[in-house]
């Protein structure tokens, strides 16, 4: 009898950073039955989170830990967890500064749900990368998306929110749609709904059969919309463009890590996903989305389409880490998506704090960027920093990540995906120094939006400083990062 409570409390442990943040969902919920109040919703949000931040630690001590067959709380859950975490605080900190304090000023209508529908969408997001079952995985993506919608239609005074809102349900649920019947015919052959289980009953067989291939593409196609891959990007701009900043930025970060991190367990645990011709399809969305991605980037004169538009490429590099999937891939992808979180984070919280208080439509055109150096030195310097670490030049965190697909990819041998890579890299460049550009221009009398004269002193501005901060001190100095990343491998 001892001996299983011993094993409940460690699973209670193993779900700790989870559960609290499920509480704090709760607690928020119950704050705004009791009275609005905006800056309580929020406090309460920034400790939960930081709780469940905290709370990795006593989870890492009990890993590798199956909870039940749908989740597996191993080092690799507890990075991509962190992850999520980290994402979520910076996305509710920039919220609350782009909602504004007084009602005269700021957001007109109820702020405090966004805070709660961030929660449940970060709560869906580790569901997700601890998931080691189909319907593991089925639950945590509906956790995700499903406020998700809220989220993004969350200025709805706004008609391009709404728009945005609807587009996104109507095209995520149709993913949904894909993952199911995936998941229908992967259990029709397999008979297991478990990552391990479908490798294993599948492994013996050279050439899975038409039905496991079948399932397999449909979970991809459901996975790569969720990832905006080419051909199932159309979503993407208008999505990011509608989405108030601080979702867009939850969106481009938290919830793409989640479907990425489970793409790769999934990828890892089930030697069906090795067939031949699944991998001619990964490559031939790669390629697509790389030189896609980029090239549409280069007609964009709204900053978060661009933004949109460059993410499509950065997943699109990432698969080649995942088709290598041999030597460095885990780490590879480990790297890219920290040093990405981080860079996007930046890029989006820069647009938040141009658009605070909340004043009707975001300040992402281009334009509204021109010479902003010499208004706001220090916001410049914020983005031109993110714009060097997405193009990926050395010394900033971004050349780190890429630095590590090359490296995976080399070792693979898949000239032709690094190649895309490198034309993709150096289109990139271009539409990265033409944003940095337009910061140093100067135009008189052009001001439409400004960031608060105080950002800097503000929650959002600080947070925004130690994450440039921080891209810059990765790029030069990596060696923490990835020491982490090494321990953050799958339980054998």
Not at 139 to 153: D, F, K, N, Q, R
Not at 190 to 212: K, W
Not at 257 to 263: K, N, P, Q, W
Not at 469 to 474: D, G, K, N, S, T
């Amino acid at each position: 009898m001892d001996m299983d409570l011993d094993l409940t409390l460690q699973h209670f442990i193993a779900l700790l950073p989870l559960l609290i943040t499920s509480a704090t969902a709760v607690l928020v919920m119950l704050g705004i039955a009791w009275r609005r109040n905006h800056t309580q919703s929020f406090l309460l949000a920034v400790i939960g989170l930081n709780l469940a931040l905290l709370s990795l630690l006593p989870a890492l001590q009990v890993a590798p830990l199956p909870v039940t067959a749908l989740l597996m709380v191993d080092r690799f859950a507890c990075f991509y967890m962190a992850l999520i975490l980290i994402a979520t605080l910076a996305c509710i900190t920039l919220a609350h500064a782009y909602l504004g304090e007084k009602q005269a000023k700021g957001y007109p209508g109820n702020r405090e749900e966004l805070y709660l529908l961030m929660l449940l969408a970060a709560a869906g997001g580790l569901v997700l990368v601890s998931a080691q079952h189909l319907a593991g995985l089925f639950i945590g993506l509906e956790l995700l998306s499903l406020p998700t919608y809220g989220l993004v239609a969350y200025a709805f005074f706004n008609k391009r929110s709404l728009e945005a809102g609807l587009k996104y349900m109507v095209l995520s649920a149709a993913g949904s749609a894909f993952l199911l019947f995936g998941m229908a015919l992967l259990y029709a052959d397999a008979g297991s709904l478990s990552f391990a289980g479908i490798g294993a009953i599948l492994a013996p067989a050279a050439q899975p059969g038409p039905l496991v291939q079948l399932g397999m593409t449909m979970l991809l196609v459901a996975l790569a919309f969720k990832l905006s891959l080419v051909p199932f990007h159309l979503w993407t701009p208008d999505v990011y463009e509608g989405a108030p900043a601080p979702v867009a930025a939850f969106l481009a970060t938290a919830s793409k890590v989640a479907v990425f991190a489970v793409l790769l367990r999934l990828f890892q645990l089930s030697p069906a996903a090795a067939s031949p011709a699944l991998h001619d399809l990964l490559a031939l969305i790669a390629v697509a989305s790389i030189l896609f991605g980029n090239l549409l980037a280069l007609l964009q004169n709204n900053l978060k389409r661009l933004l949109g538009y460059s993410s499509i490429a950065h997943f699109g590099y990432l698969l080649v880490a995942l088709i290598a999937s041999k030597g460095l891939a885990v780490e590879a992808v480990g790297v890219y998506l920290a040093t990405y979180v981080l860079t996007v984070l930046g890029a989006f919280g820069v647009v938040t704090l141009m658009s605070t208080p909340y004043n009707g439509r975001d300040c992402d055109a281009l334009y509204e960027y021109r010479g902003l150096f010499w208004r706001r030195p220090y916001l410049t310097a914020v983005l031109t920093v993110m714009m060097l670490s997405l193009a990926g030049i050395p010394l900033t965190a971004g050349f780190i990540g890429k630095f590590y697909i090359i490296t995976v990819g080399v070792q693979a041998q898949l000239w032709w995906l690094l190649g895309a890579l490198v034309l993709g890299s150096a289109i990139g460049v271009f539409y990265y120094l033409r944003v940095m550009v337009t910061l140093f221009m100067v135009e008189p009398n052009l001001r439409r939006h400004d960031a608060p004269f105080n950002w800097g002193q503000r929650a959002g501005g600080v947070m925004l400083l130690i994450v440039a901060l921080l891209a810059f001190m990765l790029g030069v100095y990596p060696q923490p990062l990835l020491e982490l990343i090494l321990n953050a491998g799958f339980a054998s």
